[in-house]
């Protein structure tokens, strides 16, 4: 691909949130490097999901969209297949999230597990070498007797996932670093934090009510918030996610440093920061729209996950993280009001 | 299982050559303790292999042997699925071998990694929660730039795999412990070492020659050596290496202690040590048909892997490494000269 005069890319999972509002920030910016090279124009622009495209995306022209599974439309001649062996960065972000996977093992087996074997053996079946940025989660560590949590998590911190969702995250970036080894492709794996503020409605995520409540009460809505406020957790605003995952796709290989996943900068803010927070922002009123009701089930997932973490690697990318939660509240008022 | 006056057992991999010699001790011993259970005799023990098994054990009234790709013997209705839905303990020892794999990718994508989802899917299809013994391996550790390997491996020590084989592993590991999470199996991973002596002919692990350097000179025969003599290696007898197996299977939950892999203990040993003490058993004759030949890619994956082991989960398990390399020649040629 490297003579090319545009960049071609694929973005899996490229409906949802984070995947599309990378999508906007490539064609917004026109431009993305890849691996190290010079910045090039972004040529054609696959989103691929099993649900359709927000319609301003669709009706760019460097878009094109599939709507499927993802195993589905990466067979051998399938809609994806072409696609896939024409773009030189590929970001696979489609998953089934944590509370998802939890409640149903065949979907996290079929959407995480199944779906990233079955890009990355597309990748390799295309031959074209693809730089593969692989959305992988700080679910990937956990707590346990024989291996417990350190207080802070570093590039050092072995995995030890808890949930499904975190296993098949640690097996998508062990795959994915043996491609790269093996030359198939180009792996880079980025640990995300959850990200906050997300837009739009609930998902599936155990983590989920962290937009929820904020994004609720702004909006005049009560909010359930099912830990208690002392709980610490790790965020990064959307804007620092899409920024994480860009420099992912362009580092050189030299400056990202090795085929292991590289976890991304973290805020550690407990709930009751987050609501003080929004409280400043937004008042007293909107803060009482949340209703604090335990719920065991997503505590134990929430507070299994590491909140502090030393992301010294991110850092020698230039990757930092969000300054407090004010900012982070601010920046997604900002967006929402325009 | 609980109920039950006898122990039913299958062995995948049971043909090979630490399947079948599980499958004589079980048969010899006549009895196996499962998590924690008082012992109850062998019933029927199912030796399942694409090779055919050896004739002694297919002569044995209580050993079924089922002969085939161990994805397709489970296929649902397969004849694997009725023994493995029988068995309260299954020994998962099936494996493509590292050089192997390294050769042929897709063979370890197979023969590792879908092999090992097909039978933890049949586990769980099957919902008799057996116990499932995973041999995974020294391979899962590896040295690596961003991940370096400390001098030595403990329980706590990061997996770093650098080649497709300990990748596969390390990713079965994942699984078994998620399966096990869920309630679906009750899962043991133990990380066996090199085995050594291993008699009869080379096989496609990188760390073939560990045998061969030992074997082949006692029948007289040349042997190529192709790492120098300071490579440091750790190695386990067969007679030790089948005691963490059926330690595996026996020990409580709360003795075993979490679902993460159990490294097994390992003696260590610089490759030069093994020649000496093959001298002092067989004479200088003998340790003369050794040729040093260096072959740089089995010496990159080889030295590769760590020497060096702190097992102290094992040793809690009260099992405990060879004492010197002498006893595990003279094991072996007590062995070979019955």
Redesign the interface.
Known sequence: MDGDAVTDIMITGGAGFLGARLARDLLAGGSLAVAGSAARPVGQLTLADQAPVPSDLAADPRVTSLCGELGELLRPGGAGSAALAGASVIFHLAAAVSAECEAD?DLGLRANLGATEALLAACRAAGSKPVVVFASSLAVFGD????PLPAVVD????????T?YG?QK??GE??L??YT??GFLRGRAVRLMTVCVRPGRPNGAASGFLSGIIREPLAGQRAVCPVDAHTEVALSSPTRAVAGLRCAAGASGAAW????AVNLPALTVTVGDMVAALQRAAGPDVAGLIDWVPDPAVTRIVTGWPARFDAE?AAGLGLLPDPDFGSIVRGYLAETRN
Chains 1, 2 share one sequence.
């Open positions: 093992f346990s007797a024989e291996h590039d050092q911190t072995m995995p030890n996932p808890q499904s296993v640690v097996i062990q795959l670093a043996d080894r093996k440093g090795g085929r292991s690697r």
